[in-house]
C-alpha cells in the first residue's frame, strides 16, 4: 500500500479545506497536490508544495537584466534563451517539495545530488514497514559485458524464477530477524537504530525533498536519461510529468535542449564542419579517441 492511512488521512483533510491565495499559482501543479503517484511496487511521488511559474522565470530575468531583454518578444522565446545560454539563476526562483517512497539503494543514488534539502524518515525513532522492491520479472536482468555499471539481456525461465525467490527469502528473513532483535515496549533489545543494520538495501524508506527548478532539472537530466538505472529512472519520468504540468514553457525548453540535445566538444565540431563540407572524416583522422567517436557518431546518427 503506498499511502499509511495516516497519510491519507493528512491528505484528505488539506484536500477538504482549499484557501484563496495572492501568491503566483500554476493550475497544473494545482493538480497534482496532494495526489500520490505511484512508481515500481509499493513506492511513489507526491507534491507537497511548489513555489513560482513560467512567470517567475521571466520576472527574475527581466530584475537581472532590465533592458536587455526588450528584444525578446515573448516569456517562451526568454525562458528557451535562458536554457540555450545557461543562464541558470532564474530557475532557481522556483522551487518544488516532494514526498518520496523509495527503496534505500535507490535513495543512495539520490542522495548524491546534494543541491536539495532532505528530510528522510528515521529508523533510529520509527519501525520501518516490511515493504521490499521486488523486481518485476521482465526487470531482471544480468550484467552488462560491455558496460561494468549497466544490464545486459533479460533473464529467464527458471534463472529468474531462482533470483526472484531468494530475493523475497532474504528480505523476508532479514525483516523477520529485524522484528526479533529489535527493542519492543516493556522488553529487552537491541536499540532500533542497531537493529536496522540488519536490514537489506531494497527495504523502503520516505524523504521530503525540495529542490529549485535548475537544480532539478540537472537531476532529471541524469536520472531521466535512458541510460540511468531503472529503479531511480521511474522516479524521475514521473517527476517530469509533473514538471511539464508546473512549468510548461521552462520545461519545453528542457526537453529540447538538454534531454534531446547533446554537447559537442571542439575536436567534434571540427569533425561536423569537415563533413558537411564534403571531407570524408574517420575515428583515425578525427583527433578523438575511440570512445569519443563512438559517443560522436551516436549523437550525429
Not at 560491455?146 to 539481456?153: D, E, P
Not at 527469502?169 to 526479533?180: G, M
Not at 529549485?212 to 532529471?220: I, P
Not at 571540427?270 to 560522436?296: A, D, I, N, P, Y
Amino acid at each position: 500500500m503506498p499511502l499509511s492511512p495516516d497519510q491519507q488521512a493528512e491528505i484528505d483533510a488539506l484536500r477538504a479545506e482549499p484557501r484563496p491565495t495572492l501568491r503566483a499559482v500554476s493550475e497544473g501543479m494545482e493538480a497534482h497536490l496532494y495526489k500520490a503517484v505511484p512508481v515500481l511496487d509499493h513506492g511513489f511521488v507526491r507534491v507537497i508544495d511548489y513555489m513560482g511559474d513560467d512567470a517567475a522565470i521571466c520576472q527574475a530575468a527581466r530584475v537581472s537584466y532590465g533592458r536587455g531583454t526588450k528584444s525578446v518578444s515573448n516569456d517562451e522565446g526568454l525562458i528557451r534563451y535562458l536554457m540555450r545560454h545557461w543562464h541558470s539563476t532564474p530557475f532557481e526562483m522556483c522551487e518544488l517539495k516532494l514526498h518520496v517512497k523509495l527503496p534505500v539503494f535507490v535513495a543512495r543514488q539520490w542522495i548524491r545530488h546534494r543541491t536539495a534539502n532532505v528530510n528522510e524518515y528515521s529508523a533510529r525513532y520509527s519501525i520501518l514497514d516490511r515493504e521490499f522492491y521486488i523486481p518485476a520479472p521482465d526487470a531482471l536482468a544480468a550484467q552488462s559485458t560491455v558496460n561494468n555499471q549497466g544490464r545486459g539481456a533479460a533473464l529467464e525461465g527458471a534463472e529468474a524464477a531462482r533470483v526472484l525467490e531468494i530475493l523475497k527469502a532474504d528480505s523476508n528473513r532479514c525483516y523477520d530477524h529485524y522484528e526479533e532483535m529489535i527493542s519492543q515496549e516493556g522488553q529487552n533489545g537491541l536499540a532500533r537504530e542497531l537493529a536496522r543494520m540488519n536490514l537489506p538495501a531494497n527495504v523502503y524508506t520516505q524523504w521530503y525533498w525540495k529542490v529549485d527548478l535548475h537544480n532539478l532539472f540537472h537531476f532529471l537530466r541524469l536520472r531521466a536519461d535512458t541510460h540511468a538505472q531503472y529503479e531511480i529512472r521511474v522516479y524521475a519520468e514521473a517527476i517530469c510529468d509533473m514538471v511539464a504540468d508546473w512549468v510548461p514553457a521552462a520545461y519545453r525548453a528542457f526537453e529540447d535542449y538538454r534531454l534531446g540535445g547533446a554537447t559537442l566538444s571542439g575536436k567534434a565540431l571540427e569533425c561536423l564542419r569537415r563533413m558537411l563540407k564534403g571531407e570524408e572524416v574517420t575515428q583515425e583522422t578525427s583527433g578523438m579517441s575511440k570512445g569519443e567517436w563512438r559517443e560522436f557518431e551516436g549523437v550525429i546518427g
